[in-house]
């Protein structure tokens, strides 16, 4: 399968090394110079994954990364060189599935595309928790009758917690489930996914009573 990458920098030099470096990785990439242009060609072509520079001219990277989001689940990656963990817990929080920083390697990049473009549910019959109903073979997720809408991401990890049965799922194994990549312990992925899911699927997400949180351990599902 031919994997097309939306690559939005306005670094000339970075965005033809990256480029050039995703398509020796086998990716077909196009590019965008600019916020506008990113959200533009998004509208007007299809892609399977978006590469979204925080620091851009114009419409800066995180409104790039709302507005996509605001169309559906298309995987978004941030690219920044910002590690201040407040700016990488933004760009999570608008919505993108996972962040790299820069400097980085292309194969490294790479990875996290294929192990986001996996990030799709095992084939298994409709899960219902209470009154949330998932059905995996669909990527559907109902609340009381009403469509959640969820990303990938976010549906993935869902899954994996009602998959287990109630049974405690650790922090590590859910990186390794969901993202599929070995974060060294970097867990900011995983708080800010967990807290846009119980946004979506608690009736009070300060009180939930479904995603539980077993403190030291990790997360289950409730009933």
């Known amino acids: 399968m031919c994997v097309r990458v939306l690559l939005v920098e306005d670094d000339e030099r970075i965005r033809q090394a990256l480029s050039l470096a995703l398509s020796d990785e086998g990716f077909t990439v196009d590019e965008a110079s600019s916020g506008e242009e990113g959200v533009r060609r998004s509208a007007e072509e299809p892609f399977d994954v978006v590469l979204v520079d925080l620091t851009l001219p114009g419409i800066g990277g995180l409104e790039v990364v709302r507005t996509l989001r605001t169309r559906g689940d298309l995987p978004i990656i941030v690219v920044t060189a910002r590690t201040d963990p407040g700016d990488v817990i933004a760009g999570l929080e608008s919505g993108a599935d996972d ?13 996290r595309v294929r192990a986001l473009l996996r990030r799709r549910g095992p084939n298994r019959e409709a899960v219902r928790i209470g009154e949330l109903e998932i059905r995996p073979q669909e990527g559907l997720v109902h609340r009381a009758g009403e469509r959640v809408h969820l990303t990938r991401t976010e549906f993935r ?9 109630g049974r405690i799922v650790t922090r590590e194994q859910l990186l390794r489930k969901v993202w599929g990549y070995d974060y060294f312990g970097d867990t900011r992925l995983l708080d800010v996914h967990m807290r846009r899911l119980r946004r979506k699927v608690e009736a009070d997400p300060d009180d939930p009573s479904l995603l539980l949180t077993v403190r030291g351990a990790g997360y289950r599902i409730g009933s």
Do not use: I
């Open 99 to 111: 962040y790299v920083t820069k400097p980085l390697l292309a194969n490294v990049l790479a990875a």
């Open 157 to 165: 990890l869902l899954l994996e917690l009602a998959g287990a049965g």
